[in-house]
């Protein structure tokens, strides 16, 4: 069961995480918090956390994107110059991804009549449901990315995500893993530009690959 959960934290990851720079886009940062229940609406977040965290705290820039958990270990780093996702796990090494990887064989988007207020946001949603998974995603207009440097990262289906929102990326997110019977919900606390070089987004080399 350990291995779905963090299966399900990898495709996840990966498809809400990129941002590209531009006149209308957004760099910068960007902190979520997390919460667990099961099916019937009971908090299983202690049980849980220890596995997937509590947070994610994103850093991104123009074409690359990094995440630390809530003690500021490592969690994923995504370079698109070489189309590379890094996964990291607890015990210091990482795992390393060809971004063109297809995660799922069913990807299918409803437009939802749904809004919520995120981090000051207004946000509208949608529901994609993929392999024994359904996910409602609110999103913004006003953090949007730009979708072609990310083109080639279909890792996580981000590529189509991006397609179905117009580029805007979401503050927040409902997922039901059926195969695991849990739902995690995932909201952001804080959305901030700041500027950030290439350098920063170098794979940390006291880190050991597995692959």
């Known amino acids: 069961m350990k291995k779905s959960f963090l299966f399900s934290f990898l495709v996840l990851s990966a498809m809400l995480t990129s941002f ?5 886009n957004f760099v910068g940062r960007i902190m979520y918090k997390y919460s667990f229940s099961d099916l019937n609406g009971n908090d299983i977040t202690e049980r849980v956390a220890p596995i997937l965290g509590r947070e994610q705290r994103y850093f991104i820039n123009e074409r690359s994107y990094k995440a630390y958990d809530e003690n500021n270990r490592w969690m994923q780093l ?8 890094y996964y990291f796990g607890k015990d210091n090494t ?3 991804f060809d971004g063109a990887t297809q995660t ?24 994609i449901e993929t392999d024994n998974i359904t996910t409602i995603y609110y999103y913004t207009p006003a953090v949007k990315v730009d979708v072609a440097p990310f083109a080639r990262h279909t890792f996580g289906e981000w590529s189509k995500y991006l397609q179905a929102t117009d580029g805007a990326l ?20 804080e959305v901030a530009k700041q500027a950030l070089s290439a350098a920063e987004f170098k794979y940390p080399t006291e880190i050991k690959l597995k692959n």
């Open 20 to 24: 590209t720079a531009g006149k209308d």
């Open 78 to 85: 995504y370079t698109s110059e070489d189309n590379l996702y």
């Open 94 to 96: 990482a795992q390393k």
């Open 104 to 127: 799922s064989q069913k990807f299918v988007v409803t437009k939802l009549d749904k809004q919520e207020t995120i981090a000051g946001y207004p946000c509208k949603a949608i529901q």
């Open 170 to 189: 979401s503050l927040k997110f409902v997922m039901t893993d059926h195969k695991n019977k849990y739902v995690w919900t995932s909201t952001a606390q």
